[in-house]
């Protein structure tokens, strides 16, 4: 059942806060894969990890923030989105030197709470959208590369996966509530040192 401030909206939980609900065993690999799809769909990440604006080792500081949001997911008694986009820009900002003006730490962190909430009462729909999205976009990218040259593959190491070429749907719960504004191509770099990922279109105000 939706706690207090949750919106229920095509059948997708929808609002800032939500009581964990325990995730079956068996629906544990499809929200891990889920949560995978996610961070590579993330563009400040992605976009970090293949700068290593975090440093040669970037692409272990994504991982661990991965594990991290797995654990939150698994350990944490109530599910404040706040406090888990919290998490992620604190992450972004601290670890690779990103300051994300494109409200992509929140975005995430609705997707992965409402997805949470779907896979965990049996829904994979998702998931499913997001791993068909991310193969076809794998599928074309490998269509016009060189057949010789290595595609990679390891964990968030490939920035083809990223959300440049999608389209914003307006519903959220749908599987491009995930998707960011695109990055400038040349980073801005803020008086402190910080990367800034910037919007590029406006948005209405997120928590309307």
């Known amino acids: 059942m939706a706690s207090q401030g949750m919106i229920l909206r095509n059948m997708n939980l ?10 079956p065993e068996e629906y544990k690999k499809i ?3 889920g949560c995978y799809l996610v961070f590579m769909r993330w563009t400040a990440l992605q976009l970090a990890i293949h700068n290593e604006w975090g440093g040669s080792d970037s692409k272990e500081k994504a991982k661990a923030l991965y594990e991290d949001v797995l654990d939150w997911f698994y350990t944490t008694k109530d599910h404040e989105m706040s406090d888990l986009e919290e998490l992620l820009d604190e992450v972004i900002q601290v670890d690779f030197h990103v300051q994300a003006e494109d409200d992509s730490p929140y975005m995430v962190a609705r ?14 729909s998702y998931v499913d ?15 016009v590369r060189d057949p010789g040259a290595s595609h990679g593959g390891d964990f ?5 996966s990223s959300d440049d070429d999608e389209e914003e749907q307006g519903e959220e719960g749908s599987a491009e509530d995930v998707d960011m504004e695109e990055a400038d191509a040349a980073p801005v770099v803020d ?3 910080f990367q800034m990922v910037q919007r590029r279109r406006g948005r209405g105000q997120r928590h309307g």
């Open 14 to 23: 929808v609002g800032s806060t939500s009581a964990r609900i325990d995730m």
């Open 156 to 160: 968030m190491g490939d920035s083809s």
């Open 191 to 193: 008086e402190d040192g």
């Open 31 to 33: 929200f891990e894969e």
């Open 111 to 124: 997707s992965l709470v409402n997805m949470y909430n779907q896979v965990a009462n049996g829904d994979s």
């Open 129 to 143: 959208t997001l791993r068909q999205q991310h193969q076809d976009r794998a599928a074309l990218d490998k269509s």
